[in-house]
């Protein structure tokens, strides 16, 4: 079993950064790739980044490319997400989640996820 725990939202203006963490603890973790995903009310959840635990190679959604960075730390079983230059847009609730697959951007592959932390940007 595998707990995951974010931390890091809040309110913030457009323009503004915002660091999230995602806390793991249970099974070794090396086994899992870690993906960020985010669900805005009345929108499916969708992908947002994720990186390979292993090698530390990312993905990431077009729509935030170039702002928000996925990273890990393997010492500290942690995986943030970077957003710098926020717009309204990216509001919503933020989870982190596992997978052993190597296909990061379904959510339908992912075993575990947190409860989700909100983020909202104001105009």
């Known amino acids: 079993q595998v707990q995951l725990v974010e931390s890091g939202g809040g309110l913030v203006q457009a323009g503004d950064s915002l660091r999230l963490s995602c806390a793991a603890s249970?099974?070794?973790?090396?086994?899992?790739?870690m993906g960020w995903f985010r669900q805005a009310p009345g929108k499916e959840r969708e992908f947002v980044a994720a990186?390979?635990?292993?090698?530390?190679?990312?993905y990431s959604t077009e729509s935030v490319s170039g702002r928000f960075t996925i990273s890990r730390d393997s010492a500290k079983n942690t995986v943030y997400l970077q957003m710098n230059s926020l717009a309204p847009e990216d509001t919503a609730v933020y989870y982190c989640?596992?997978?052993?697959?190597?296909?990061?951007?379904?959510?339908?592959?992912?075993?575990?996820w947190g409860q989700g932390t909100q983020v909202t940007v104001s105009s």
């Open positions: 249970g099974r070794i973790f090396s086994s899992f790739n």
């Open positions: 989640a596992a997978t052993t697959s190597i296909w990061l951007r379904s959510p339908n592959v992912y075993n575990y």
């Open positions: 990186t390979i635990w292993t090698t530390a190679r990312t």
